[in-house]
């Protein structure tokens, strides 16, 4: 092979690049693929496959390529399994053969070809079962590091990739002949139009065969309709991108190739994960052509036809003496071009009989390639003809087995295609997907004129679906040449016969699989890996099952396919997760007084997507405890500060907006006198408590509730869910105001002082009271809640201000002997009062268990009454609410631990309840614990053994009452 | 996977959230004996064909009560919860 000294459309020879494979210095052009670089530069072994380690060569000229799979280098890293015949060449690529070891020339493990005999069909299956000890430490490693293609980059991969959303009234899937006149039939009458294709270039088959179109070249007449369609601003095209997925809804996957196949200016992601949503679709994908099964058809130098004239005609690539072997009037038809054109066509060999012999080469009507020949590429073929065997020398065997309509995404959504007898191909049915139209080659119709004729057709059926209108246009001319093909599934003779190149599949595993049962498609698929290798089988699906139907003595209809699966071509997760890690998976949810927390060196803390400060270290800390005891004893016995911002709220307004309230709490809130609060619970449909929170309110008709920071989103879709489900004529309507606000909890006995100096003359509220109160020229709100158990207050007031209101809050703390509090001194507070978070709401629990059957009203019907009065829910076989306090008050307890009876084993059966929430409180000088269990309330003073198994903890406990500080309450009522 | 909302038109299924079959409609009333009550809160049929169930397009608050078919994932109808009673 080398490269001819003129010609080739897809290169710019101005530019020569070089580039390296395996460490060889080679040279190519602007515009080449790495594949044509290689056969360009006389390389022809490109790598090993995958089980026998055979010599592999590149075998086609697009991303159905089954052979030719590299590593290729990328800051710094290789990537397996990159497609050289779809990667593009440029300055300074290098790449290296991959599955094999220490080069594809010289690799180790092609050990594994002599032993090939061992190695067919189901050889894991048989041969690693015995003894079972072997399992894990013997077979499985082995099995490891044999399977996979190439190896991962061992390191985090940072580079960009993108993801993107279009939409449009026409998606049209490949820009050969069909696709082009679709796409352009369309755009003209206005439609929005997306055309998506493959290549690099658009044009299909146009840019290799010799057709002509309106009497000029097919890639003339091709790159005036790219041109128009450019030039249109209703038209997308998108070069270098595959459909790889039809899904519901007229969504269609599509992946973008970047940076990573190409050169581009830096920071150019490395691939686009596209989703493309169409209200028509046309697919013209065009078709494949089929490899023939001979013997030894698997060496470098074995090429498809379709692909050797692809790289003569774009890339000037001269494949030396060619002999061609096919089974159909294109393939002949080709090879008559070539050979006009100056290919060096030594023969034509053909099964069938009484073909015309005008060529300018000999053909060989009634024969059959029966071997070639060729350590590490192809040096001569063997045919057999009219009984008579014998060798022709050969640098390139050119196979066509026939074409294969590239049907796949007209059948991702579970529809089955149609065998039809005279092009020996499945060919996809009307309506598989939903307003899909499949068109020219990929409907099996393989002649230039019927993809014309098709594509515009198609275009003018969904311009009427749309409700646009066709322009009238000169329709082109073109060939309109008769497919006849004669099925040539396998050659029978000595030799192994691939089908999959890929994944080392031959005729002979597949009639072995057959033979030992496996005889259903899907079963052969699975014993053999036929279909299973990066591409998928795409050019081995048909001829597998094709001699599978002959082993099992069926039809190939009545064989039927496997399933068409999306991906249509190898999507890489990084493109898939594109936008979904980091930052992007989980954003930052900020509170107006982080920066100030941060300044202060508070750790953050996660809370959902919030952050929120653990605690405020300070400089003879000796660890987080003693910053967290600091910041609970500043609020038991001085003040202390802390945004509550991340509290769910929820704005409710108008006339029934207290019946609401009833209707949604299991207490009253209609009753409720405006400028007050009540503590208020909120059950799921099913009894079960969903959330809890306080309920001011504002006006006669204006309410504001609060929920906790972990349930704000499921409160909000629960209550509109209510409203709109149940009370649409009710005359409320509700709004979140989480961000709205900043809201702050002031609390202590001097939390009065604090904002003695924020108001001057501060509101004299009760307990449980709120109002409007004025700021400056900011309005505000002033709650006197807690959630300490201490004399306190929230203020809130707009969100804007919230950054300043906290650094003064704090000054002013600060002054009087307290300070800002975290989360650590927050959760011991509301456990010294045994007041319940989500830790203790954990979805199973109910008003009973927590002990606040009490606010279960009676009278009235509320989301979860009836549910709630079930058997089960209440009683003494519940895990209820209770305090722990561990006997030693040092010894340290944990959450999540289990409880038995003291003189029980540590096992199931004999469980009493578990831990929900711990702490060590700094007041009472003991560790403290909130706790389920079993008939809890009625077991005050009983001892229990805690045991937590995972961290090899056991204390001895003793059950209490959960509010363990101030039982009464009068430190916050007072 | 495209959804219709009454409020916002056609949008992708990743603005929604998904609650149940639209059974969840039929509140029983508060006094009804507790079979009925089993049978609204777990009880469902498993329809292959035309199907009703019950989306939250999040981001302007609406429920949405679809239909769809189970067997061709196509999505026909969205409306408001008070025009699906
Ligand atoms: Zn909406």
């Not at chain 1, 897809?10 to 052009?29: I, K, M, T």
């Not at chain 1, 002979?508 to 057959?514: M, N, Q, T, Y």
């Not at chain 1, 936008?579 to 954003?587: H, L, N």
Request: charged share 20%.
């Amino acid at each position: 092979m080398r490269r001819r000294d003129s010609g080739g459309s897809a290169l710019e020879r101005a530019r020569s690049l070089s580039f390296q494979f395996d460490g060889r210095e080679l040279q190519g052009f602007e515009g080449d693929t790495l594949a044509s670089a290689l056969l360009a530069g006389g390389v022809r072994l490109v790598g090993r496959s995958f089980k026998y380690h055979r010599p592999r060569g590149v075998m086609s000229a697009g991303s159905e390529e089954p052979n030719a799979l590299v590593e290729l280098l990328r800051d710094g890293v290789y990537h397996p399994n990159i497609r050289a015949t779809t990667q593009e060449l440029h300055m300074g690529l290098q790449a290296r053969a991959q599955n094999c070891w220490p080069s594809a020339r010289r690799d180790v493990m092609a050990v594994n070809d002599w032993l090939s005999p061992f190695l067919g069909a189901g050889f894991y299956y048989k041969t690693f079962m015995w003894p079972r000890a072997f399992w894990e430490h013997l077979y499985e490693p082995l099995i490891r590091r044999a399977a996979g293609l190439g190896r991962l980059p061992q390191s985090h991969q940072d580079a960009p990739h993108e993801k993107a959303f279009a939409f449009c009234d026409l998606l049209v899937i490949g820009a050969g002949p069909a696709g082009l006149m679709a796409a352009l039939t369309a755009a003209r009458a206005g439609a929005d139009v997306i055309l998506a294709e493959e290549d690099r270039q658009m044009g299909g088959r146009l840019l290799s065969d010799h057709g002509q179109i309106d009497g000029m070249p097919g890639g003339t007449w091709a790159a005036g309709v790219v041109a128009e369609l450019a030039s249109l601003p209703n038209v997308r095209l998108m070069p270098r991108t595959s459909v790889f997925g039809a899904y519901d809804g007229g969504v269609y996957g599509a992946l973008e190739r970047g940076a990573l196949h190409m050169a581009a200016p830096a920071r150019t992601p490395r691939e686009c994960y596209w989703r493309i949503t169409a209200k028509r679709v046309v697919l013209a994908s065009g078709a494949l052509e089929r490899p023939i099964a001979h013997p030894d058809n698997d060496r470098p130098g074995v090429m498809l036809l379709g692909a050797v004239a692809s790289y003569w005609q774009r890339f000037a690539v001269d494949p030396g003496r060619v002999v061609v072997f096919g089974n159909n009037d294109h393939a002949l038809a080709t090879a008559k071009a070539l050979a006009a054109d100056g290919m060096d066509i030594r023969a034509y060999i053909d099964p069938r009989d009484g073909l015309a012999t005008d060529a300018p080469f000999t053909v060989y009507a009634g024969a059959e390639v029966i071997g070639t020949r060729g350590r590490h590429g192809l040096q001569h073929v063997t045919l057999r003809h009219k009984g008579r065997e014998f060798r022709m020398d050969a640098d390139t065997l050119a196979l066509s087995g026939g074409w294969n309509p590239s049907l796949h995404l007209a059948c991702h959504m579970n529809g089955r295609p149609v065998w039809d007898d005279t092009i020996a191909a499945f060919i996809p049915r009307p309506g598989m997907v939903p307003d899909m139209e499949a068109i020219g080659a990929a409907a099996g119709q393989f002649s230039t004129h019927a993809a014309l004729e098709s594509g515009a057709r198609a275009a003018a059926g969904a311009l009427d679906a749309l409700g646009l209108r066709a322009p009238e246009c000169a329709f082109p001319q073109a060939e309109d040449a008769p497919y006849a093909i004669q099925p040539l599934w396998q050659v029978q003779g000595k030799g192994r016969a691939w089908l999959d190149f890929a994944n080392d599949v031959t005729t002979r595993d597949v009639a072995l699989a057959a033979r030992e049962g496996f005889a259903s498609v899907e079963h052969m698929k699975r014993y053999t890996t036929q279909g299973m290798a990066p591409d998928q089988g795409k050019s081995s699906n048909m001829g597998a099952l094709a001699v599978l139907a002959d082993a099992t003595g069926g039809t190939i209809a009545g064989t039927g396919t496997t399933t068409f699966r999306p991906p249509f071509v190898p999507v890489s997760i990084a493109a898939l997760g594109a936008g979904g890690y980091g930052k992007s998976f989980a954003p930052e949810r900020l509170t107006t007084s982080d920066a100030q927390a941060r300044a202060m060196g508070a750790p953050m803390i996660e809370a959902g997507l919030w952050y929120r400060p653990s605690y405020f270290p300070q400089a003879d800390d000796r660890d987080w405890r003693d910053a967290c005891n600091r910041e609970a004893l500043h609020v038991r016995n001085a003040v202390g500060v802390c945004d509550v911002s991340t509290l769910g709220k929820i704005d409710l307004q108008g006339p029934d907006a207290a019946r609401f309230l009833d209707f949604v709490y299991t207490n009253t809130m209609s009753s409720l006198k405006p400028g007050r609060v009540r503590y208020g619970l909120m059950l799921r449909e099913d009894g079960h408590v969903m959330d809890d929170g306080t309920c001011a309110r504002l006006g006669d008709q204006h309410f504001l509730i609060t929920t906790t920071t972990a349930a704000a989103g499921e409160v909000m879709r629960h209550l509109d869910f209510v409203q709109q489900a149940f009370c649409a004529d009710w005359a409320v309507r509700l709004i979140s105001v989480t961000e709205a606000w900043a809201q702050f909890a002031i609390a202590g006995p001097l939390a009065d002082e604090v904002l003695g100096h924020i108001f001057g003359d501060l509101p004299e509220l009760p307990f449980m009271g709120c109002a409007p109160v004025d700021l400056g020229a900011v309005a505000g709100r002033l709650f006197r809640i807690s959630f300490s158990g201490e004399r306190g207050y929230e203020l809130a007031v707009p969100a804007r201000y919230g950054a300043d209101l906290f650094r003064q809050l704090v000054a002013l703390a600060e002054g009087l002997g307290g300070g800002a509090y975290g989360m650590e001194a927050l959760n011991v507070l509301r456990i010294e009062k045994g007041f319940v978070t989500h830790a203790e709401i954990d979805g199973r629990v109910t008003a009973f268990d927590l002990g606040l059957q009490g606010m279960v009203s009676p009278r009235k019907d509320f989301i979860g009454r009836a549910a709630s009065q079930r058997a089960g829910l209440t009683g003494a076989a519940r895990l209820q609410l209770v305090g722990l306090r561990p006997v030693n008050a040092q010894a340290e307890i944990t959450a999540g631990a289990h409880l038995y009876a003291p003189d029980q084993p540590a096992r199931a059966a004999f469980g009493q309840g578990h831990v929900k929430s711990v702490c060590y409180s700094p007041t009472l000088q003991s560790w403290l614990a909130l706790a389920l269990v079993r008939n809890g309330r009625a077991r005050r003073g009983e001892r229990l053994r805690l045991d937590d198994g995972l961290r090899g903890i056991r204390v001895d406990v003793e059950i209490c009452n959960p509010v363990f500080f101030d039982p009464d309450g009068g430190r916050m009522r007072d | 996977m495209r959804l219709i909302c009454p409020c916002c038109g056609w949008r992708d299924r990743r603005e929604f959230t998904y609650m149940g079959a639209d059974d969840y409609l039929h509140r029983p009333v508060p006094d009804a004996p507790p079979e009925a009550w089993d049978e609204y809160l777990h009880n469902r049929t498993n329809p292959a064909g035309a199907a009703r169930d019950l989306w939250y397009h999040d981001p302007c608050g609406t429920w949405v009560c679809i239909t769809r078919d189970t067997i061709t994932h196509a999505v026909t109808d969205g409306t408001r919860l008070e025009d699906a009673q």
